[in-house]
């Protein structure tokens, strides 16, 4: 059947006809599934923390055991980046095989599982050896090929959203997973690009009215990342906050053990500090909105 009113919004038509693997097919239908021993979609609030690269072991096995005392659930950390300009310094380099090495080793050392970023098909089989989830950028979400390639593997992959693209290409883009026979996805809000706050820094403007929005239509968690939203770390805890109140089934949030020496994004990360007086401040506020915890 044509789609008599094809743009951003979802018609009904949609459910049934571009991504029916993705659409809820009835009211209560919500994905459950665990991944590495931690539950999505249900009572628990996974909260994945960690750099945003991979800088070096030390730092990674710093931060790994910082994070797992603080009850976090995944250890996050790209060791492929997809940096916005080609031009690097030394320091700023990307650390690649060996940042995945590193991560495959402070995963066995802390007994955290992995989340990290894979950017290009020929490294899917070295990431996928230590990643429990396979992250895909927003910068990749459209990248369908890619998409079907990651899903294959069978690996759980969580789907960030490109800051450009409305909910409709979003849930299409996930539908080239679950096409697969891949079921555990996971869809994570990072920021939108919209005239935004005042700060000339805020480079995007994080989206909470789509995880409502999300869950009207499809079953699949959806976690927020708040530090790639906000990009200024003072308002990170508030963004955590209240993505929790609007349901997310996850938060994903950057931690550095000293933020102004971070040697990618340094205006967004919190430190340790601020971790442990955050992490039980997001439990109470699953608490009280919805009957979830974080631990
Ligand atoms: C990241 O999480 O490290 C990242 C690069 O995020 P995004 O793809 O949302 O920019
Ligand atoms: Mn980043």
């Known amino acids: 059947m044509d789609n008599k009113f094809p743009g951003k919004d979802i018609s009904d038509e949609d459910l049934k006809t571009k991504f029916p693997l993705v659409a809820k097919k009835n009211k209560n239908h919500k994905s459950k599934f665990k991944i590495s021993g931690v539950e999505f979609g249900g009572k628990t609030i996974p909260i994945f923390a960690g750099p945003n690269m991979v800088e070096s072991k030390k730092l990674i096995f710093n931060v790994a055991e910082n994070i797992k005392k603080n009850n976090c659930h995944f250890l996050r950390g790209g060791a492929f980046k997809p940096l916005t300009f080609p031009y690097r310094s030394k320091s700023y380099n990307e650390t690649r095989e ?24 020929k ?16 910068r990749n979400m459209q990248n369908y090929p890619f998409l079907s390639q990651c899903a294959k ?10 800051y450009g693209s409305s909910l409709r290409d979003w849930l299409g883009a996930a539908e080239y997973i679950l096409k697969e026979g891949n079921k555990k996805v996971i869809l994570c809000e990072r920021g939108v690009v919209a ?26 968690p959806i976690i927020v990342d708040p530090s790639h939203a906000t990009f200024w770390r003072p308002w990170v805890k508030p963004m955590a906050l209240s993505a929790i109140a609007a349901g997310a089934d996850g938060i994903m949030i950057e931690v550095h053990p000293n933020p102004k020496k971070a040697l990618v994004d340094p205006l967004q990360p919190i430190d340790f500090k601020e971790l442990k007086k955050l992490m039980p401040l997001m439990n109470k506020v699953a608490k009280v909105t919805w009957n979830k915890k974080l631990y």
């Open 195 to 220: 005239p935004h706050t005042h700060r000339i820094t805020s480079r995007f403007l994080l989206d909470l009215q789509v995880v409502p929005a999300a869950k009207e239509m499809t079953h699949l």
């Open 98 to 121: 060996r940042g995945i090495e590193w991560l495959g080793e402070v995963k066995i050392k802390y007994k955290i599982p992995i989340i990290t970023e894979v950017m290009e098909e």
């Open 123 to 138: 490294f899917i089989p070295l990431v996928s050896e230590v990643a429990d989830i396979l992250q895909i950028g927003s």
């Open 153 to 162: 593997t069978q690996k759980p992959i969580m789907l960030k959203r490109h």
